[in-house]
Every structure is written in structure tokens, then in C-alpha cells.
């Protein structure tokens, strides 16, 4: 049970319980019809925000998140992701595949800033879907990224131990794991530098934010060099022929898409886990100053740069290697190992990447703690998770247990075995924030009927489920394109339909995602048809967990939440009742 405030009593049973949450649904309106005053979603934030404690320091600037967005994206993703992707899916149409992750991304991240722009608070999408679906939906995707962060750090420090051997000209899985013969495979090489890394990783971040910003922003600019040295390298040295040659032509097909279309978006579908760091940057909308004007050029410039740095750098790699011949654990490093007078630079780029996974480790962790402390301040979790420090002004409860418990997971899990449980959560989270930017615009509650706005979601989604359903499953021929291109035409009509018979409930203030439902709308097709793409494991992965986050928020989430937001509300409006010329502003009484 969660902190009582106010009256002790709590539900007993689920039917008591259903009462209790109509009781406090309504508890809002009433409030407005009595006293004319309710407490606006701003005001209830900055009141949900205190129970932190001590506030979070305003010290970032555009160029910090964009510092933030490049060093937390670009070394999870060409260095951890590329070399399985273009190897098991897309071949050298891996290029693609990132162009395509990309502009998801990109998309996604215009739906982010609406929201960061206007609610310039810790958390993300935690407290984006809280404001706009509820606490369960916020919960629910909330705790399955924080959960896609902690296996992505994972496998992001396991491959830092690989570059690193790369730099010294060392097999990492040889020298500096140790194999245990007892445990199954997968789980059998434990690798105590990636918990080290973790580790002191967890203290710089707990000591504070802008130290955090200044080596970051070193490492990247050392990182950005090496990307450089990648680049020209690759195209002066490789060979164009690697893009539509394998290096085994008699078992692996040829050409530049030689596991066709679809390999492309499988190949995009793993590549996705690239772009989470942008995700990471919107967290920390609570530390900047200037948020209307810093965070659309941080979140949406970084997205942007680094969707150009990851398609130069895989056409870089893919004219290298032939996609059959690539090392899925160090891709880069590994490419020009054995080649005549050119051994040195292997090591080179080893170090390159060592620097760039480190900065991708440092920003993600940086926004798991954040949505783990929002998380904790509305009492869905033990609150002792939100506490701020007053001295380094960072959440060091979060930040320090998922330091540990990422630390954990990285001492014994494989890489191949973490990649294929990372991004459908990740996917999932930004299927749910492009649904919630629409709601919010076309939605006002109390005044706007949300049904039509409600219909077109279910009515999108569901035809873009089908349509995934249908490309991934259906035989190949003139039937099935047929069918897709009537599923398109029905996607473009219900889009039309919505825009031209629902008129929009609000305007943004500041900063609004463009062309308006277009932009969202083609950002949730996107991520249903790559949520298609994922495998089996990673489904049953999502499933589980899910069901482990909803049965923990019924036997303790709901109780501690209704406890801390609800019985207040209660109170007030039984106040309310016995003087009706009071007003409630801040959930608190006052004498009119």
C-alpha cells in the first residue's frame, strides 16, 4: 500500500474498487460545476513533481540535447546493430533499412516534442500517456521501456568489451569473458568489464547532469572524428562490387537486395534500437532552459543528423565486407582484420567505437532513471524511486538500481540473445505516444466528443495490423497486391474522412507536430508494420512481461495511486460539498 493521505480506508474488493475509480472520474467535473475551478493538467504535474523533493537543475541548453541525441543514438546503432542486420536481413540494402528506421524515428520524434514542448517535465512518454490515456496506459508502456532500456544498455556494454579487445587486437569472448560450463548457452560468458563500465557509468550520472553534458559532449566530438576516419576510409578503400556480390555466391543469393523487400524492413525492424537515444533526450525536458525553442532542435536535429551519419556509415561498411563475410559483433573493426598494411586501423576503429558505445551508454541510462523517477512520483512504483538529491540534483535511488540491475543483466546475457528482446517494446512505446498527440488535439475533455477521434484510432490501426498481417503472411502474386493496394486506399480514405469531418479541439501553443494528422497517422502505420517484422521471442518477451506489469499494477500499483492521488480529491470535494463557496486550486481547499 502506498502513503494514505488523508482518510485510512481503502477498497477492500474489485467491485468496491470499480466504484471507488467512478467516483474519482467524475470527481473532476463536479468539482468544475461547484466551484468553477479544477486543477489544470500543468498545476497537477508541478504538484505530482514535488513529491521528488528537491527540483532537477535547468541547465541544458539545444546543443546539449543535440550532443545528447547524437552520443545516445550513434553508438548503439551502427556499431551493436549493423553487423547482424545487414548479415541475417537486408544485405547491403541495410542502407535503406536505416533511411527507412529513420524517418520513423524522425516521425516519432516531432510527436515528442508537441508534447515536451508543452509539458517541459521528467519522464517522456510515461508522462505524455498519463495526461492523455491514464495511468495504466502510462504505466504499462512506461515500464516496458524502461525495461527496453536496461536490455539495450545490456548489450551495448557487452559489445564495448568486444570493440575494446578490437583496439588491442584481442578476441574479447577469448581473453576477457569467462565461459562457464554449467549454465546454458546464451547465458554462459560472464563478462565483468561490461559491469565494471556499467558501474562507474552509474556514479558519473548519479554525481550530476551537466557534468554529465560536458563529458559527453567530449566523447562525442572525439566519437564524431572516428565516424569521420570510418567514412572516407570505407569509400576510399572498399570495393563497389561488395554491394551486390556476397563473398559465398554459391550459398547466399547476390544482389543489392538479396533477401528482397522484406529483408529490408526486417533489417530496419532490428536497426530501430539505433534510434532510442532521442527518446532518452525528451526525458529530460525537466533540465532545460529554454524548452519551446532547445528541445525541437535537440530532439528532431539529432534525429535527423544521425539518421545521415548511419546510412553514410553502412554504405561505408557494406563496401568493405560482402554482407555474408560481415562479423555481427564488431562489423566495423572487423573488416579490416588481415588486410595487407591496413591491420592498424581495425584497432583505430575499435577505439572509435569503445568512445561511442560509452556515450550511448551514458545518455540512455541517464533517461531510464528519469522515467523510472516520474514513474515513482505518482506512487505506481515505491515513491522512494522519485526522490531527487538536494546536493547533485539527479534521481540517484532510480539511477542507482537500474545501474545495478542493467549491471546484472550484462554480466552473463549474450548479445544476440539481448538484440532479439529489445525493440518491440520500444516500438510499442512510440505506436501509443503518435495515438496520444492525435487524442490530444481532436479531444478536450468535457467538451468535445472523444468517439469520432476514438473510431479513426481503432480504425487505423486496425487496417494497418491488416495490412502488416497480409505483407508478412499472404503468398506473393498479383492477389496479394491488389489486396495491400486496397488496404492503402482505405488507410488514405479514413485519413481524409478524419481530417475533413473532425475539427481539431486545440491549437499548440508553442510548437505543434506539422500537417496535422498526416504526420502522427503515417507514424503509427509505420510502427505497427515494423512491429510486424519482429520475431517470435521477442513477442513472448513482451507478452510476459506485460502480464507480469499488469498484475503488479492490480495488487499494488492501483491501490498505492488511488491512495495518493484519489482520497485527496475525495476530501476536497466532500469539502466542497459542505461549503460551496470555497474554490479548490492545487487540490487544495481556500476560503473564497
Not at 488523508?6 to 466551484?35: D, M, N, V
Not at 550530476?208 to 570510418?230: D, Q, W
Not at 529490408?264 to 525528451?282: C, E, R, T
Request: with cysteine; aromatic share 14%; charged share 10%.
Amino acid at each position: 500500500m502506498g502513503e494514505s493521505h488523508g482518510s485510512s480506508s481503502t477498497p477492500s474488493s474489485f467491485s468496491s474498487l470499480r466504484s471507488y475509480g467512478k467516483a474519482i472520474i467524475e470527481i473532476p467535473k463536479r468539482l468544475h460545476r461547484r466551484a468553477g475551478s479544477v486543477t489544470t493538467t500543468f498545476e497537477e504535474m508541478s504538484r505530482v513533481k514535488a513529491r521528488s523533493g528537491s527540483d532537477m537543475h535547468k541547465s541544458l541548453r539545444w546543443y546539449d540535447l543535440v550532443g545528447f541525441g547524437i552520443g545516445g543514438m550513434v553508438g548503439a546503432g551502427v556499431f551493436v546493430t549493423t553487423g547482424r542486420a545487414t548479415r541475417l536481413y537486408a544485405g547491403p540494402a541495410v542502407i535503406i533499412s536505416y533511411a527507412i528506421a529513420g524517418l520513423c524515428a524522425l516521425l516519432s520524434a516531432f510527436c515528442y516534442t508537441e508534447f515536451a514542448v508543452d509539458m517541459p517535465v521528467a519522464g517522456g512518454a510515461f508522462s505524455y500517456l498519463r495526461i492523455t490515456f491514464g495511468e495504466f496506459a502510462a504505466f504499462l508502456t512506461g515500464a516496458n521501456l524502461v525495461m527496453e532500456y536496461v536490455f539495450s544498455n545490456a548489450a551495448v556494454a557487452r559489445s564495448f568489451t568486444a570493440y575494446l579487445g578490437a583496439t588491442f587486437g584481442i578476441s574479447a569472448t577469448e581473453k576477457w569473458r569467462i565461459t562457464v560450463s554449467g549454465l546454458p548457452d546464451g547465458f554462459n560468458q560472464l563478462d565483468f568489464l561490461a559491469v565494471a563500465v556499467i558501474l562507474i557509468i552509474s556514479l558519473i550520472i548519479c554525481h550530476s547532469t551537466r557534468e554529465s553534458s560536458v563529458m559527453n559532449m567530449v566523447l562525442t566530438a572525439l566519437h564524431i572524428l572516428f565516424i569521420g576516419f570510418i567514412i572516407v576510409i570505407g569509400f576510399w578503400k572498399g570495393d563497389s562490387k561488395n554491394f551486390t556480390q556476397p563473398a559465398n555466391p554459391d550459398k547466399n543469393p547476390s544482389g543489392f537486395f538479396p533477401y528482397g523487400i522484406s529483408g529490408v524492413f526486417n533489417g530496419a525492424a532490428m536497426v530501430y534500437l539505433s534510434y532510442i537515444g532521442y527518446d532518452a533526450v525528451s526525458t529530460m525536458a525537466e533540465e532545460v532552459r529554454n524548452p519551446i525553442k532547445d528541445i525541437p532542435i535537440g530532439v528532431s536535429g539529432s534525429v535527423f543528423l544521425v539518421t545521415i551519419l548511419y546510412c553514410l556509415m553502412a554504405a561505408s561498411m557494406s563496401k568493405l565486407v560482402p554482407y555474408d563475410a560481415i562479423d555481427t559483433e564488431a562489423p566495423f573493426s572487423s573488416a579490416f582484420k588481415g588486410s595487407d598494411g591496413w591491420g592498424w586501423v581495425s584497432n583505430v576503429i575499435g577505439g572509435g567505437a569503445s568512445f561511442g558505445i560509452l556515450t550511448s551508454l551514458m545518455v540512455s541510462m541517464l533517461g531510464q532513471a528519469r522515467y523510472l523517477c516520474v514513474i515513482g512520483r505518482s506512487n505506481i512504483v515505491p515513491s522512494w524511486f522519485a526522490m531527487v538529491h538536494p546536493k547533485t540534483s539527479t534521481p540517484v535511488n532510480a539511477s542507482a538500481f537500474l545501474g545495478l540491475l542493467t549491471a546484472v543483466i550484462s554480466l552473463f546475457t549474450d548479445l544476440n540473445v539481448l538484440l532479439n528482446l529489445v525493440s518491440i517494446g520500444t516500438l510499442f512505446v512510440f505506436y501509443m505516444v503518435a495515438n496520444a498527440v492525435i487524442y490530444r488535439r481532436y479531444v478536450s475533455i468535457g467538451t468535445t466528443n472523444p468517439w469520432p477521434t476514438f473510431t479513426f484510432l481503432f480504425s487505423f490501426s486496425f487496417i494497418a495490423i491488416l495490412f502488416t498481417f497480409l505483407w508478412q503472411f499472404a503468398s506473393p502474386g498479383k492477389t496479394k497486391s491488389v489486396i495491400l493496394g486496397t488496404c492503402t486506399g482505405i488507410l488514405i480514405g479514413i485519413l481524409i474522412a478524419f481530417n475533413m469531418l473532425v475539427p481539431q479541439a486545440r491549437k499548440p501553443e508553442y510548437w505543434g507536430v506539422p500537417l496535422m494528422p498526416w504526420i502522427p497517422s503515417i507514424s503509427i502505420f509505420l510502427n505497427v508494420f515494423l512491429l510486424g517484422c519482429q520475431d517470435g521471442p521477442s513477442y513472448m518477451r513482451f507478452g510476459i512481461f506485460s502480464g507480469v506489469v499488469v498484475l503488479f499494477y492490480v495488487f499494488y500499483s492501483v491501490h498505492a495511486s488511488f491512495d495518493a492521488e484519489g482520497q485527496c480529491c475525495t476530501q476536497n470535494y466532500k469539502e466542497l460539498e459542505k461549503n460551496p463557496e470555497n474554490t479548490v486550486e492545487n487540490g487544495i481547499i481556500s476560503k473564497v
